[in-house]
């Protein structure tokens, strides 16, 4: 027991069942309270219906409340993370079906089909490519959305290969 008077411990007390004013009961006096309304160990001393103890039955099923009210969130969340992942493989994805557009232009075959055999099957019907008089080509790829089939924007992505003499 500290010996230091502004930390003087009230009288222990034996526990016993009190009520407020809403019927809610607590045990009061389990633990010896410090003035300044800590226990001997530091803690905040817990009196009451917010104690967690037999008085707290009107919170019974806040936190499946709780959980039921966050999902739509966490779902908005994954889908948004999930688009964010099909755009950057979209983005990357264009770079190579632009290069493999480019060889093929260089050898005089077709680069849109070079283009879309590239691509997965998800984002091939997607790609227009148009190839320029100096073995450049120009493709642009639609990013579509994860849910719904409309398309969220395009990518454009160039390359250049020179023709092969032939």
């Not at 499946?64 to 999902?71: G, I, Q």
């Not at 099957?121 to 997607?126: D, K, M, N, T």
């Amino acid at each position: 027991m500290p010996s230091d008077p502004l930390l003087a411990a009230t009288a222990p007390a034996a526990p016993r069942r009190a009520e407020d004013e809403h019927g809610s009961a607590a045990i009061v006096g389990a633990t010896t309270v410090l003035s300044g309304g800590a226990s001997e160990r530091g803690r905040p001393a817990v009196v009451g219906a917010a104690s967690g103890g037999p008085g707290c039955a009107g919170e019974r099923g806040q936190a499946a409340v709780e959980l039921v009210a966050v999902l739509p969130l966490v779902a908005l969340l994954a889908l948004l993370s999930w688009q964010a992942v099909v755009a950057g493989q979209a983005v990357w994805l264009s770079g190579a079906a632009a290069r493999a557009a480019a060889r093929a232009n260089a050898i005089g075959a077709d680069a849109q089909a070079a283009a879309r055999r590239t691509l997965p099957g998800s984002l091939a019907p997607g790609a227009l490519v148009r190839a320029e008089g100096n073995g450049a080509v120009t493709l642009r790829l639609a990013i579509p959305v994860v849910v719904g089939g409309v398309q969220l924007a395009s990518i454009r992505a160039r390359a250049r290969f020179a023709p092969q003499g032939g």
